[in-house]
């Protein structure tokens, strides 16, 4: 499939999808939005793209945002229709597998929102994430008033949506907004090694642990460990289980299949 507004690469089970609006800072407007979903979907159910990575075109921008400028014309309406079933950052939250935001420069908004929908958030020095809907007379409605105080805490999280003012990347790891910092010369490599260090393992187990994780953020206690038992039978059940715990007792690296 070919998309006009972002870039997708498959390689070495690990697909890399890259917003491809640098002159804008690859702010999401409704085009990048759909391109997304539509590569979301196209890459689910693909074996060859076990982990996904997720980043901004050029050196200055993850995503800088919502595309402001789509905003001025659009009707209350209009807006909700763009804004139904959560969009773009609810198909990459249920992205059943692995998912990895890569960050160079700003990842403001709606941008921060999409590293927040992702599991895991590497940085590099360049990193800016914020929240700045509050300036514009909004708040965030990608889920950033959700799931920023899930992931910081809660005073962190009105400190940012309430100021809007972005934090830079060492106070975000400080936070535990972003997982990994890293030199910007070595942003890519890390990044990669990280999904190739999941992408080598069963795609099945990798879907279920994900799902386990996720049901963590939403369930209380006792609901999450009776569907974490449930999940680990189901990898009790699958090859790949057959296949690892045989490979290991033969002393050899295993073959998993997904199954
Ligand atoms: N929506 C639409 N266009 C955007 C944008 C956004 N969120 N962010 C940047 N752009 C555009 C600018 O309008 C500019 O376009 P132009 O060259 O046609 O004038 C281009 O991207 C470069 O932006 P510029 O501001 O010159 O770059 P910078 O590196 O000096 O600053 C930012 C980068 C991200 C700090 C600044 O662009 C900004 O504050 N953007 C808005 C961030 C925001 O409020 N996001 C939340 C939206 S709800």
């Known amino acids: 499939m070919s998309y006009d507004t972002i870039l997708?690469?498959?390689a070495d089970g690990i697909a890399t999808l890259t917003v491809n609006r640098p002159d804008k800072r690859n702010a999401l407007n409704a085009a990048v939005r759909r391109e997304i979903v539509q590569a979301l979907d196209a890459l689910r159910d693909d074996d060859a793209a076990r982990v996904l990575v997720l980043t901004g075109a050029g050196d200055r921008a993850f995503v800088a945002g919502a595309d402001i400028a789509e905003f001025e014309a659009r009707t209350p309406v209009q807006?909700?229709?763009?804004?139904e079933g959560g969009g773009v950052f609810e198909a990459l939250a249920v992205f059943p597998r692995?998912?990895?935001?890569m960050i160079r420069g700003y990842a403001l908004g709606g941008g921060c929102e999409l590293a927040l929908a992702c599991d895991i958030r590497v940085a590099a020095p360049s990193a800016r994430l914020g929240q700045p809907e509050i300036r514009l007379g909004l708040l965030p409605g990608g889920g950033g008033?959700?799931?920023?105080?899930?992931?910081?805490?809660?005073g962190q999280a009105l400190r940012l949506i309430l100021t809007g003012e972005p934090i830079d990347a060492a106070e975000a790891l400080r936070i535990g907004l972003v997982?990994?910092?890293?030199?910007?010369?070595e942003l890519e490599a890390r990044t990669r090694a990280l999904a190739a260090a999941m992408a080598a393992h069963s795609s099945l187990a990798l879907r279920l642990a994900k799902e386990a994780l996720r049901?963590?953020?939403?369930m209380p206690l006792s609901a999450g460990l009776r569907y974490e038992r449930e999940l680990f039978i189901?990898?009790?059940s699958s090859e790949d289980r057959a296949e690892g715990v045989r490979a290991f007792l033969e002393k050899r690296q295993p073959e998993f299949r997904g199954r």
């Open 234 to 236: 189901t990898a009790f």
């Open 215 to 218: 049901a963590s953020q939403e």
């Open 145 to 154: 008033t959700q799931r920023l105080p899930r992931l910081v805490g809660y």
């Open 98 to 101: 692995p998912t990895i935001a």
């Open 79 to 83: 807006q909700r229709e763009s804004m």
């Open 179 to 185: 997982d990994l910092l890293v030199e910007e010369a």
């Open 8 to 10: 997708v690469d498959v």
